[in-house]
């Protein structure tokens, strides 16, 4: 079955770095684009940033654009999120996710993923 595992969160000061990681299982992860989202509490679900099966394409949110990077490695079956200039807000829980096969072609509607990992806390402190 389709697994999605990320790893990397913690806590970290404001300006800060961290690089999370999603190990994929379960399916050909070189055929699918990928996704990050992320949620804070109290608030919705929202789009980070999105690869496709090469990692010849991306897309930022224009909140992380600049200061995040995703990147593939389909060798390892696993999709990463460097994440530089934290700041506060960017504290939430991080979700990886599997998109459509080759692209997802609305890459920022969490409706264009099927499949979701349990999660990871990135929290930013001031």
């Known amino acids: 079955q389709v697994q999605l595992v990320e790893s990397g969160g913690g806590l970290v000061q404001a300006g800060g770095s961290l690089r999370l990681s999603c190990a994929a299982s379960?399916?050909?992860?070189?055929?699918?684009?990928m996704g990050w989202f992320r949620q804070a509490p109290g608030k919705e679900r929202e789009f980070v940033a999105a690869i496709t099966w090469s990692g010849g394409s991306t897309n930022y949110a224009d909140s992380v654009k600049g200061r995040f990077t995703i990147s593939r490695d389909n060798a390892k079956k696993t999709v990463y999120l460097q994440m530089n200039s934290l700041k506060p807000e960017d504290t939430a829980v991080y979700y990886c996710?599997?998109?459509?096969?080759?692209?997802?072609?609305?890459?920022?509607?969490?409706?264009?993923?099927?499949?979701w990992g349990q999660g990871t806390q990135v929290t930013v402190s001031s």
């Open positions: 379960g399916f050909t992860f070189s055929s699918y684009g």
């Open positions: 996710a599997r998109g459509a096969i080759f692209s997802v072609p609305n890459p920022s509607a969490p409706a264009s993923y099927l499949y």
